[in-house]
């Protein structure tokens, strides 16, 4: 059985929540915030031309949305290859220490009364996921109206993490809804913590980090740390909107999942755009999507100024290509923050010279990053 990682050594600045944990997982050895590769989609034949030998990633990626229980209970009928599918498996990324993780758009007890009766569904997921695991994080709210209640999450987590933690040897990330108020927060912490669950997926869902989030994000730290554990725990976050402001017409776009390192995260995974889903109105027709020159949607990340930066290179306009290399530079970057960090124990001086960090909000991001 497998709940936490072991943390070798932990080194915290004093003004923000960056910070170096060394530990392992398996054969990987984390000496800093690491990014994970986002493979879903990606096609051998381009990491091997754009990224394999750019760039050597410890982790890899694919963050999935499940929208209809349906899409659960198929599982037991679907033949091998659509079983396949369903979990993003390639052939070629059999060598790859390549996690999945899952967000759920429904309530499970809506359909089930314990998750034993999925049981199926996790011991299929444990196969193709490795080094670690994740618990699914279900979409606590949308538009509409609640989708589950904090104390059905809570059991959800727990029966899950059960059945994942059955003869298991990998390490298993509990998640975190960016959607849950502080109350919810403190309560799901709470819990966790006497549990002994030390592993924490913060499930973004789209969202980026402005103000509120690192607000959100500092309050979870402040009470992880007031607890004592602040130093045993591993942090990913995940499903990022890269950028806090999406801006066609603007040459320089702030970027947001940058700032995950200097907010507390250990491994940083994939980007995601917000799920926008338009509520129709009686007699008027939906809206068609608006429809951005390529120079926009295929920003490059400039990790002199923090922003996201047009480029009218066309290689940089295949959606895999653009995010390995973004990836790249981005993982890149929080090297040299940690090699800045290690060398003068702090890091608000080395934020300081990143224009995107004293322009945008007339510098109130930085404020928020760097008073813990």
């Known amino acids: 059985m497998s709940k936490d990682i072991p943390i070798k050594e932990a080194i915290e600045d004093k003004k923000s929540w960056f910070n170096v944990k060394r530990f392992k997982i398996g054969t990987i050895d984390v000496n800093r915030p690491e990014k994970a590769l986002d493979l879903k989609s990606t096609s051998k034949e381009n990491f091997d031309k754009y990224i394999r030998s750019s760039h050597p990633f410890n982790f890899f990626e ?11 209970t198929a599982l037991q009928e679907n033949e091998d290859p659509e079983i396949n599918s369903f979990f993003g498996y390639a052939k070629w990324r059999d060598n790859k220490p390549m996690s999945l993780n899952f967000t759920f758009n429904f309530n499970p007890f809506n359909y089930v009364k314990k998750i034993e009766e999925i049981d199926y569904f ?11 695991l994740f618990v699914p994080n279900i979409k606590i709210k949308t538009s509409l109206g609640r989708i589950i209640d904090i104390d059905k ?3 959800f987590v727990d029966e899950s993490f059960t059945i994942l933690n059955q003869k298991n040897s990998k390490p298993i990330f509990v998640p975190v809804s960016l959607r849950m ?6 309560e799901i912490l709470e819990h966790y913590t006497k549990k002994e669950y030390f592993n924490y997926c913060f499930d973004f869902e789209g969202k980026h980090i402005d103000k509120v989030h690192i607000g959100r994000l500092r309050q979870f730290n402040s009470k992880l740390k007031e607890l004592g554990y602040f130093d045993k725990a591993v942090l990913y976050y995940t499903n990022i909107n890269r950028v806090i402001a999406s801006i066609p017409g603007q040459e320089k776009n702030p970027a947001s999942d940058v700032l995950a390192s200097i907010t507390g995260a250990n491994i940083i995974g994939v980007n995601r755009k917000p799920q926008r889903g338009i509520k129709p109105i009686p007699g008027r027709p939906i809206p068609k999507p608006k429809i951005y020159p390529p120079d926009h949607i295929f920003r490059v990340f400039d990790n002199t100024s923090y922003y996201y930066l047009k480029s009218a290179d066309k290689k940089q306009h295949i959606d895999e290509v653009n995010r390995g290399l973004n990836a790249i530079n981005l993982d890149n970057e929080f090297e040299s923050q940690t ?15 990143k224009e995107m960090l004293k322009q945008y909000l007339e510098g109130a991001i ?4 760097i008073k813990k």
């Open 339 to 353: 090699i800045y960090f290690l060398k003068n124990l702090e890091i608000e001086k080395y934020l300081d010279q």
């Open 62 to 72: 694919i963050s999935k949305i499940v929208s209809k229980f349906e899409k659960i």
């Open 366 to 369: 930085l404020k928020s990053l």
């Open 122 to 132: 996790f011991n299929f997921y444990h196969a193709y996921s490795n080094p670690f």
């Open 153 to 155: 999450y809570i059991q």
């Open 181 to 186: 108020n502080i109350k919810e927060q403190r």
